[in-house]
């Protein structure tokens, strides 16, 4: 048996040692994973088997350690532990090395005494002393709900990269217990808020399984779209009735609302459908941004790369949904099914019904934008849309609706603000920085395939190419030997179009924006290259313009700067590295993620060196297409 099983951060194994050696010295037996958990797979036999012979687990909470996903699962796995027999701080310490506590979940163990390294020997004190009321090795155990009312869910095995939610939600619920440092003595609700397929009830439902030892009472499922009919079908009688129920049980129980409509409903009514009990615990899932006064709010975004990459089962499709999870499922099971990535990208993008409605067998793209329903607040989406993916203001949205319509700046502004507003509150935007928006990947997509004046998102369309690109003044060419010049042919519409679509893809890209040292993956930075060339060549085929050199005209065109970006640029790079490091990629031993394998490879830094190198010709390409296209996205091209 062991006194401690240690937790700790891999990028912490430096600092962990003496804390290990402190603590043997002192007479405790330590068990520290020199391997880690695999990325993905959740928690391991060897790590489960080990935590059952620990007397408690200690946790060296850097700021670092709420990131890593085995460092969670191990925290999780002993929380829940000491939960099930009444305290979960009895099989859990913390060491914090940091200055302050809020990187520190759940909320009762960031309540709680840290111990500082900085004494050793009261560290080693006070673990003993904290040791010395237990006798027996923790008991570990399979979730299972004791009491669910309308069921009881499987755990879903595509719940991936959400075990930080998870705790902010638990924290949140749980604020009260901790009154000294949340300041809050009694306990409010929680909202899971976030835009339509991101996972918003899977988080609310994961957490009711995980953590059901917090309510013995139980756990209520109610849906949010039909609240009354649901409340009358858990049996119990009606409101009256479900206080005298709880009442009766006498023991916390959790109350989940989920899916809120909350565009038919007021805060007063939503605030109504709260647990009907004090001893209930209400957490609510709804799009809405507008509610604050509902309770904590926990947004949810989309998966970060690695986890986005193991659902979809490609890289190029996980970038191309943003990281959405609903997408991702619906493509990784397509790709396990045998279709081919790069078919199902193509298909993505491809007009007539929505691949995710396909694969879906249902119109699932309709409810990412269900919730448009103002004339403001979709012409505002329209004018996302239009510069997609590049972010606009609200200011630069009132300038296109005022070009398109020809009204007073004082109307378009406010249609504008509006618009933006309810799109912010409803979850349909992505903040890019403090003013600036853009549109999500999938809201798009949806918004593409259920515009329902398709006419007008063309108007303002032009309006925001003419608005915000502008124009520039005809381009000459001197004649050799000769002070004449004459006007050069001005590209077609076709031209400017393909121009315009490849500046706005490249701008965005690694290679024009540059990756920092030691961030990133390199993995991703050569599928990004990579799809690059796909979309060259899909814009040119949509604009019917052939790849080629092009002829010495004195001036660059797009079949020349196509021809340069694909041949010239991007091929003699990945040529050489995409084998290299595939084949280094191959040797990763599987209790290493990849990423970490990465950054130890040790052609790492001359493949960045290259790649930093690339941006010089990207930006010359890009100036090139800007002359083409008339728009300026305030890239300087160099040389």
């Not at 979730?143 to 638990?170: A, I, K, N, Y």
């Not at 319509?405 to 507003?421: C, E, F, I, Y």
């Not at 010049?485 to 076709?494: F, L």
């Amino acid at each position: 048996m062991w006194d401690v099983f240690l937790s700790y951060s891999r990028s912490d194994a430096d600092l962990v040692r003496p804390l290990v050696r402190a603590l043997s010295d002192g007479g405790l037996s330590v068990f520290t994973d020199e391997t880690g958990v695999a990325s993905f797979a959740g928690i391991s036999d060897t790590i489960r088997r080990e935590l059952s012979r620990s007397k408690a687990l200690l946790a060296y909470y850097s700021a670092g350690y709420p990131e890593r996903e085995a460092c969670q699962w191990e925290l999780t796995t002993a929380y829940l532990a000491g939960l099930g027999e009444g305290d979960p701080r009895r099989r859990v310490m913390v060491v914090n090395p940091e200055r302050t506590t809020d990187h520190i979940h759940p909320v009762e163990l960031r309540d709680a005494r840290h111990a500082s390294f900085d004494d050793p020997a009261a560290l080693v004190s006070d673990v003993r002393a904290h040791l010395a009321r237990i006798d027996e090795p923790m008991t570990i155990t399979e979730p299972g709900v004791r009491r669910w009312l309308l069921g009881t869910p499987e755990p879903r095995p595509d719940f991936l990269g959400r075990l930080s939610e998870l705790w902010q939600v638990h924290s949140a619920l749980h604020a009260h217990a901790a009154p000294l440092v949340t300041g809050r003595a009694a306990a409010l609700a929680a909202q899971i808020r976030g835009m339509a397929g991101i996972g918003k009830t899977l988080l609310a439902q994961e957490y009711a399984l995980r953590f059901e030892a917090a309510y013995p009472g139980g756990v209520c499922w109610v849906n949010g779209e039909a609240y009354d009919e649901s409340v009358r079908a858990l049996g119990t009688g009606g409101a009256g009735a479900l206080f005298e129920y709880f009442d009766a049980i006498g023991e916390p129980f959790l109350w989940i609302v989920d899916d809120v409509p909350a565009e038919r409903f007021e805060a007063r009514e939503i605030a109504a459908m709260r647990a009907p009990h004090p001893l209930g615990r209400t957490l609510f899932t709804l799009r809405s941004r507008s509610y604050d006064v509902l309770g904590t709010p926990v947004d949810v975004g989309p998966l970060d790369a690695p986890h986005a990459r193991v659902l979809a089962g490609d890289d190029a499709l996980a970038e191309a949904v943003g990281g959405h999870p609903l997408a991702l499922g619906l493509l990784g099971r397509a790709v396990r099914s045998g279709e081919q990535p790069q078919r199902l990208y193509d298909r993505l993008h491809a007009r007539g019904r929505s691949l995710l409605d396909t694969l879906a067998d249902e119109d699932v793209t309709g409810s990412v934008v269900r919730d448009v329903g103002t004339r403001d607040t979709a012409d505002a989406l329209r004018c996302m849309a239009a510069l997609h993916p590049l972010p606009l203001t609200t200011d630069e949205v009132a300038q296109v609706l005022g070009a398109a319509d020809r009204v007073p700046r004082v109307v378009a502004s406010r249609r504008a603000t509006n618009g933006v507003r309810e799109l912010r509150a409803r979850s349909l935007l992505t903040p890019a920085t403090d003013e600036r928006w853009s549109l999500h990947p999938v809201t798009l997509h949806a918004w593409h395939h259920h515009d329902p004046a398709p006419a007008r998102a063309e108007a303002l369309r032009h309006a925001a190419l003419r608005t915000l690109c502008g124009r520039r003044d005809p381009v000459t060419l001197a004649f050799p030997d000769s002070r004449r010049e004459a006007p050069m042919a001005a590209p077609s519409e076709s031209e400017r179009m393909a121009a315009y679509d490849m500046q706005v893809e490249l701008v965005t890209r690694i290679g024009v924006q540059e990756l920092a040292p030691g961030t990133g993956s390199l993995r991703e930075a050569l599928a990004s290259l990579k799809s690059l060339i796909d979309f060259t060549r899909a814009t040119l085929h949509t604009y019917s313009i052939g790849l080629e050199r092009g002829a010495d005209l004195g001036r660059p065109t797009v079949q020349s700067l196509a021809y340069a970006l694909v041949n010239d640029t991007i091929r003699p790079f990945t040529t050489p590295w995409h084998p290299r490091l595939a084949a280094y990629e191959a040797r990763c031993p599987v209790d290493t993620s990849p990423l970490d394998h990465e950054a130890a490879w040790p052609e790492a830094e001359a493949m960045r060196a290259e790649l930093a190198a690339l941006r010089e010709p990207l930006l010359r390409i890009v100036g090139g297409l800007g002359d083409i296209s008339g728009a300026d996205f305030g890239v300087a091209a160099t040389g």
